[in-house]
């Protein structure tokens, strides 16, 4: 596995557990800010790493 491809899944992996911790404690609207300010300019950063960078 690339670093790339390594990086980019303990971004996304960081990013669930958080989430899941803020629900957990019932902080819903902590979690959604989460999970919907670092999906997309996370899934923006995933393509093109592995766009320009695809060894």
Do not use: D, Q, W
């Not at 491809?5 to 960081?14: A, D, P």
């Not at 999970?35 to 960078?53: C, D, F, K, Q, T």
């Amino acid at each position: 596995m690339s670093y790339t491809k390594f990086y980019i899944l303990t971004l996304y992996l960081v990013l669930i557990i958080c989430s899941a911790l803020f629900i957990m404690k019932e902080h819903y609207n902590i979690a959604i800010l989460l999970i919907l300010g670092n999906m997309l300019p996370g899934y923006a950063l995933a393509n093109s790493l592995l766009r320009e960078n695809e060894n």
